[in-house]
């Protein structure tokens, strides 16, 4: 299932990843722009106003019918961080047209009512509909506030946010409060317009599909924009020098204390580091047999979570647990110890073999997973080098104890971050 | 005995020493998916165990406990690594009223089920091993008692049912997992983990007749058993409470809303029973009614959205299992009294106007497409299958139903389930 690449035009490819493996097809379109304080909040905006209404569909409730005429189509537009970068990124997937009823083109009508969200928003004077914009700020809003319900991912995310603060990778995916105010419908339209006109656009199709017939309908359709490619849109952001560890400690009315550590793999460089460092954080966090699950859970009883996860487009690695709010010191004690371990290469052939093949069985799992493989090919493009998963299980399999040191030495702690509750925890 | 719909094949076979096989053979497929499961839950918490005559109360929580404990072996290595070292992915959890084993792996397939089917099996419990784990899992319960939906949820069986087993935690208190013994756990296990109480479904690319082997020769040779005498919690009749309230440190007060379904007058049989596709029927029209009311193609929807009332979709559900049934909305608002108000405004609309067909043959499209959409995935077959296996019901009769089922079928139900008297709301909102 290797992706075969046909340009449409300048800056704009399509993928087609082919495969009889699944009931449904599935189509995918990414626009890449920086992550940047000034634009972050607009860009997580745009794709919840294109998806409010099109020129044919104008309110939301004509797009919805559209979708469940269409069996139960999906459509999703969202955005994501993805290393220094931020993603727009549009998905529908339908069922394939042999399980219609009466063998309707399914796809051919999602094509169109994608392209119809991307292409053609329902317009007010030339801009968006200044109502929409002004419903989505507030619907984003909250969404921005709602970070705190889930405890786990509120301490990951703040663990980052504090660790990255001067680099683009801290800011909030989902943007800031304090922007919403300055956003209008004529500045968000030139920014949509922006993006469209000169960012680089992926769009990734998945499933058992007629290729010419896809070709010929998003060339239709993409030709009618007006483009002025800016290959040059998309800058390379370089980190400072790596600071010294700070702790910061957060209160909220929570009964379990959630510690995440933040390490920097110093000059991470992806193409050299990433192999070993996955293979790293396997055997550290990765797997019930790594050195955290079974010293932190099982020997210590300390935590029913506790993990450890690199993120490859920054060059991070976090640690975290789910622990009692006393046993901060006694948890972040028997961590370093594993971390040291790790650089001491205190793990033997086997715990190299244990790590390697689970993540052989996943890698191997992403050919199950329609959406899995297309985002995984789509993080590896960002990167600069798409493999397929027999060139990344063979890449994984060659790592060496050497190689997991040589990653291990160079991560450097800059962060101990711990919400906790007032009540408990005197010191 | 074998049944084919949307290109794929269920086949079951009824062992001689009680256990019930389902395998689903999918040509293609990458990942194999297998899943041993018993049907011991939270709710069992009162039975005569094995071999003796009087009737047992075991701590709240004992099933997940012993949930937790079965991957610990005699040899001193745990299941899990032994799964893990192999390339499998393994993994457990336990419901209300069933407990469940399970991998998935793309490589190395027949030595993990024989794994799995051997620690199923054999326990080895030492009170050293026992006390252990109190510690992980009462950091499991502070986890959950963190969590929203969880509070949300538990808030919401305890306006519907009073002394029922489903208002308990499933994982227990730290209180009560302090009582657990290994005495205690292989009472539970003696009675419950015997064959004739287990379902095993397998679903990947594979020979149905080579992994039946496998099976055949890797579980015990014994004689299926009488029926396990279990106390269960009577159904109840009307509701404990109209509402539940907590506070936690959230960002917008949501909310639960629900109906207790007094349909099933007398328990469900576990295990396939064909007489339940009325009980599969009665869970499309309910799923229906849920799209026609608050779904996000209505009325409704679009007038809570564009006043800023909601922010995003409305969650539905229904569920039934053996002794319990309630349906459930789901939603986070500013205004949770408004919402609230207008749903029910607009309930008893339909209620008083009946459903509009076109619709309804909309909506059925719309619910067979996502369910073909679940089939694409090997663990999600086996989970939906083994699920459906505890509630009684064949998942293939879903696919009729939702080309099938008729508008007199959809408004009786809406008439009958939908009672205002039945009706709770659970609260969780920020300080």
């Keep these: 299932m290797d992706e075969k690449t046909v340009e449409l035009f300048e800056g704009i490819s399509l993928h087609f990843i082919h495969t009889e493996r699944f009931k449904t097809d599935f189509i995918a379109i990414f626009m890449f722009d920086n992550l940047k304080r000034e634009t972050v909040t607009m860009n997580a905006l745009i794709p919840a106003v294109l998806r409010r209404g099109t020129k044919n569909m104008p309110t939301m409730k004509d797009i919805n019918i559209s979708l469940e005429k269409n069996y139960g189509s999906v459509l999703d537009a969202s955005s994501d961080k993805i290393g220094d970068k931020q993603a727009l990124q549009f998905y529908i997937t339908s069922i394939n047209n042999q399980y219609t009823f009466t063998n309707e083109d399914l796809l051919s009508k999602n094509m169109d009512l994608l392209c119809d969200i991307i292409l053609e928003p329902k317009l007010e004077n030339g801009v968006f509909d200044n109502k929409y914009v002004e419903q989505e700020k507030e619907t984003l809003r909250e969404l921005i506030k709602s970070k705190i319900n889930n405890k786990g991912s509120y301490a990951n995310i703040r663990c980052v946010e504090e660790m990255c603060k001067n680099e683009p990778y801290g800011l909030y995916k989902f943007g800031y409060e304090e922007d919403l105010a300055n956003i209008t419908s004529e500045n968000l339209y030139r920014q949509y317009d922006n993006i469209m006109s000169t960012s680089e656009i992926h769009i990734y199709v998945s499933g058992d599909v007629n290729e010419k017939e896809v070709i010929d309908k998003l060339k239709n359709r993409f030709e009618k924009i007006k483009r002025n490619y800016d290959a040059t849109r998309i800058e390379e952001f370089k980190a400072n020098e790596v600071a010294e560890p700070k702790i910061v400690m957060e209160s909220q009315d929570v009964t379990q204390g959630k510690l995440v550590i933040g390490y920097r793999v110093i000059n991470h460089d992806v193409l050299e580091d990433m192999y070993p460092l996955i293979v790293y954080s396997a055997i550290l966090g990765g797997t019930p047999s790594s050195k955290l699950f079974q010293n932190v859970r099982e020997k210590a009883s300390l935590a029913y979570t506790t993990r450890s996860s690199y993120l490859k487009h920054k060059g991070i690695v976090l640690i975290s647990a789910g622990i009692e709010i006393d046993n901060f010191q006694k948890a972040l004690d028997l961590i370093n110890v594993q971390v040291e371990d790790m650089k001491n290469g205190n793990f033997s052939e086997e715990d190299m073999n244990d790590a390697k093949i689970s993540l052989e069985n996943a890698y191997e799992s992403y050919l199950d997973e329609q959406t899995s493989i297309i985002n995984l090919y789509m993080g590896q493009r960002l990167l600069g080098n798409v493999q397929s998963i027999p060139e990344m299980i063979k890449n994984m399999k060659d790592v060496t104890k050497e190689e997991v040191m040589r990653v291990a030495k160079e991560l450097q702690c800059e962060i101990i971050y711990f919400l906790k509750n007032d009540k408990e925890m005197e010191s | ?431």
């Excluded at chain 2, 509009?356 to 909309?362: F, S």
């Design chain 2, 1 to 431: 005995m074998t049944i084919e719909k949307l290109n794929e094949k269920m086949y079951r076979k009824h062992l001689k020493n009680g256990l019930e096989v389902i395998l689903m053979p999918k040509k293609g497929a990458i990942k194999s998916y297998a899943v041993f499961a018993t049907h011991f839950g939270s709710i069992n918490h009162k039975f005569v165990p094995l071999g003796e005559e009087n009737l047992l109360t075991v701590p709240d929580g004992v099933a997940h406990f012993l949930e937790h404990k079965l991957f610990e072996q005699e040899d001193g290595v745990n299941a899990l690594d032994k799964l893990s070292k192999i390339g499998a992915n393994a993994n457990a959890y336990t419901t209300f009223n069933h407990t469940a084993y399970l991998f998935e792996c793309t490589q190395n397939f027949d030595e993990a089920l024989e794994i799995l089917l051997h620690f199923v099996q054999n326990p080895y419990l030492t009170k050293e091993n026992v006390e252990k784990e109190k510690g992980i899992i009462g950091q499991e319960i502070k986890m959950y008692d963190d969590d929203p939906d969880w509070q949300l949820f538990f808030g919401f069986l305890n306006c519907l049912y009073n002394e029922h087993a489903i208002t308990k935690d499933i994982a227990g208190t730290v209180e009560s997992i302090a009582e657990i013994t290994p005495e205690i756990l292989y009472k539970c296990y003696n009675t419950f983990y015997d064959l004739s109480n287990m379902v095993l479904c397998v679903v990947g690319d594979f020979d149905e007749e080579k992994v039946l082997s496998i099976i055949e020769n890797n579980v015990k040779n014994e004689n299926e058993k009488e029926k396990i005498h279990r106390e269960n919690d009577k159904v109840e009749e009307g509701i404990n409470k109209k509402r539940a309230e907590k506070v936690m440190d959230i960002s917008m007060p949501m909310f639960m809303l629900g109906f207790k379904d007094d349909f099933l007058k007398q328990m469900i049989n576990v295990g396939f029973d064909y007489e339940n596709s009325e009980l599969v029927k009665r869970h499309v029209a309910i799923e229906i009614i849920f799209e026609m009311l608050i779904g996000k193609s209505t009325e409704l929807y679009e007038d809570l959205y564009n006043s800023g009332l909601i922010q995003k979709e409305l969650g539905s559900d229904y569920t039934f299992e053996e002794n319990y049934a309630y349906s459930s909305i789901t939603g986070e608002s500013k205004n949770v009294e408004l919402v609230i108000q207008k749903i029910l405004n607009k309930l008893r609309e339909m209620k008083e106007n009946g459903i509009d067909e076109n619709e309804l043959e909309r909506i059925k499209k719309m619910l067979y497409g996502e369910y073909v959409f679940l089939f694409n995935d090997v663990s999600k077959i086996g989970s939906i299958v083994v699920s459906d296996y505890f509630k009684g019901v064949n998942s293939f009769d879903y696919v009729d139903w939702y080309r099938n089922i008729q508008k007199e079928d959809v408004e009786k139900v809406l008439k009958e389930h939908f009672d205002e008297t039945k009706m709770a709301v659970s609260i969780v909102k920020p300080q």
